[in-house]
C-alpha cells in the first residue's frame, strides 16, 4: 500500500461555491493508493496517534489542489509571443505553419513529452487540449499524458476547408481518426477523448454534422471548439455561410451544441446566442491572456455567469501567453477590472480548481480534497519570488495571498506538482 502525509498550510473548496472555502494554516493530507484518503487540521491526525515526523512537512509553503486548464493548444507552444497579428492573420502567419510540422511524427512526439513536462512544471494537472489535424499528434499527446498518470482531454483538430492543403483532413478521415482515437484512448488510464472542430470557418457543414455523429456515438466524450473570439472572425463568416443567423446558431444547426461541449472565447454574443447557450447547457471557456494578447475584446463574465452558463477558465496558448494558469488569473482579474468589476481572488481560484473540474463535468474526481477524489496537487512557496515573499508577510487574510500569487505569480511559484499521489515535478535547488 502506497501511502504519504503532505503536511503544509492548506486551501481548497469542499462545497460548489468560493465561500465556502477551507484554509487551514496547518493540514495534513493524507493520500492513499493515489487517492485522497482524509484532509484535516493537523492537530486532529496528532490526536487520532499519526506521528508528526512521519509526514513530508512544508511549514512555508501553500497546499492546494491542482489547476485545471480549460483551453489550450499544444501545437502552439513554440509561437508564444508571436508578434503583432490579431486572429485571422495569427492563424494564417503563425498557427498554421506551426502546426503543419507536426506531419512528422518524431516531432509530434518530442513536442508531446515536453508540452506535458511543461504542464506539471506550471502546476497544471489536468488540461483540456488541441492537436492538430494529423491523427498521430494526438497520439503523441495521450501517450506521453498516460505515462505521467495524468487527467487529460483532447482531441485531434478536424478541419476540412479555408486552411492550407497539407492540414486539412476530409469529412470522411476527420471521423476515422477521431472514431480511432476515441477507441484507443478514452478512459484508459485517466484520459478522455473530445472530439475538436477547430471552428466554424474551418470546417464544412457535412464535419460539423460528422462530429456531432461521432459525439452521438460516444455521448461521454465532449466537444471542444471556438466560438465568437473576434469581430472580424465574425464577419468572416458571415460572409461565408449561407443563410448566416449567428455563430452559435452553425453548432446548434448541426448538432454540437450539448451539455458536454467547450466554447472557447464566447466573447461576442448577441442575447439570443446567450440564452440559447445557456438552454443547451453548453460550457464557456474563459481565456483572458489570449483575448488581451490578439485584442479580441473582452469575456462578458458577469453577464455569462449571469445567465447561469457554466464558464470554465483556460490559458489559451499560444495565443494565451503563458502556461501558467496563475498568470491567467491575474490577466482574468485584468479583464475584469475593464468592465468595472473586481475578481475576487478566492472566486479565481475556486474557477482554476474546482469550479473548472465542476463545469467541465469532472468534479467527481477531482478539484478539491474529499475523500475519494484523485491525489493532484500543488506545492506554491512564495520563497521562490524575492517579491511575492515580501509582499505577503503583509497579509491579513488568505484572500490577499492568493491576489498576490495572481498578479505577481507564475510557474517559479510552483514547488512540487503531483499526479494521482505521486510527484511529477520537484523543483531544483536555487
Given amino acids: 500500500m502506497s501511502q504519504r502525509f503532505v503536511r503544509a498550510r492548506a486551501l481548497h473548496f469542499p462545497e460548489l461555491t468560493c465561500s465556502g472555502f477551507d484554509y487551514s494554516e496547518d493540514a495534513v493530507l493524507h493520500i492513499e493508493n493515489g487517492y485522497i484518503k482524509r484532509f484535516a487540521p493537523a492537530r486532529s491526525f496528532f490526536s487520532d496517534g499519526l506521528e508528526p515526523d512521519v509526514c513530508e512537512h512544508y511549514p512555508n509553503m501553500l ?6 486548464d480549460a483551453h489550450v493548444h499544444f501545437p502552439q507552444v513554440e509561437i508564444i509571443a508571436s508578434f503583432g497579428d490579431q486572429l485571422l492573420d495569427w492563424l494564417e502567419h503563425y498557427t498554421f505553419p506551426a502546426e503543419a510540422k507536426f506531419a512528422d511524427q518524431q516531432y509530434a512526439r518530442a513536442a508531446a513529452a515536453e508540452f506535458i513536462e511543461l504542464l506539471v512544471a506550471h502546476g497544471t494537472t489536468t488540461a483540456f487540449t488541441y492537436a492538430t489535424s494529423h491523427c498521430h499528434s494526438a497520439d503523441a499527446l495521450f501517450e506521453a499524458a498516460f505515462a505521467r498518470s495524468m487527467r487529460l482531454v483532447a482531441g485531434k483538430v478536424l478541419m476540412d476547408r479555408n486552411a492550407p492543403e497539407n492540414i486539412l483532413d476530409t469529412v470522411a478521415t476527420g471521423q476515422a481518426d477521431s472514431e ?7 478512459g484508459q488510464g485517466r484520459l478522455g477523448y473530445a472530439v475538436t472542430p477547430r471552428f466554424a470557418g474551418t470546417s ?11 459525439f452521438a456515438r ?4 465532449w466537444v471542444q471548439t471556438h466560438l465568437s473570439e473576434n469581430l472580424a472572425e465574425l464577419a468572416w463568416l458571415q460572409s461565408i455561410v449561407d443563410d448566416f443567423k449567428d455563430y452559435f446558431s452553425i453548432y446548434e444547426q448541426a448538432g454540437l451544441a450539448t451539455q458536454r461541449s467547450v466554447f472557447g472565447h464566447c466573447i461576442h454574443l448577441s442575447d439570443r446566442e446567450l440564452s440559447r447557450l445557456k438552454e443547451t447547457g453548453g460550457i464557456a ?25 457554466p464558464v470554465a477558465i483556460g490559458t489559451d496558448v499560444g495565443a494565451g501567453t503563458s502556461l501558467s494558469m496563475l498568470s491567467t488569473l491575474g490577466d482574468a482579474y485584468r479583464v475584469c477590472q475593464l468592465q468595472n468589476f473586481a475578481l475576487d481572488p478566492l472566486e479565481a481560484f475556486y474557477m482554476a480548481t474546482l469550479g473548472n473540474a465542476h463545469a467541465l ?34 497579509s491579513k487574510h488568505i484572500r490577499d495571498e492568493l491576489f498576490c500569487y495572481m498578479m505577481m505569480g507564475d510557474d517559479r511559484l510552483v514547488e512540487q506538482t503531483t499526479l494521482l499521489g505521486d510527484i511529477q515535478f520537484q523543483r531544483g535547488a536555487g
Fill in 204 to 214: 464544412s457543414d457535412q464535419q460539423l454534422q460528422s462530429a456531432a455523429e461521432l
Fill in 63 to 68: 497546499l492546494m489542489p491542482g489547476l485545471i
Fill in 218 to 221: 460516444y455521448p461521454d466524450t
Fill in 361 to 394: 463535468h469532472l468534479s467527481d474526481r477531482i478539484g478539491n480534497f474529499c475523500a475519494g477524489k484523485e491525489a493532484d496537487f500543488i506545492l506554491l512557496n512564495p520563497a521562490r519570488n524575492a517579491l511575492v515573499a515580501k509582499r505577503i508577510k503583509t
Fill in 285 to 309: 471557456a474563459f481565456c483572458p491572456s489570449s483575448n488581451l494578447f490578439l485584442g479580441s475584446g473582452l469575456f462578458p463574465l458577469q453577464a455569462i455567469r449571469g445567465e447561469g452558463i
Fill in 180 to 186: 480511432y482515437l476515441i477507441k484507443k484512448w478514452h
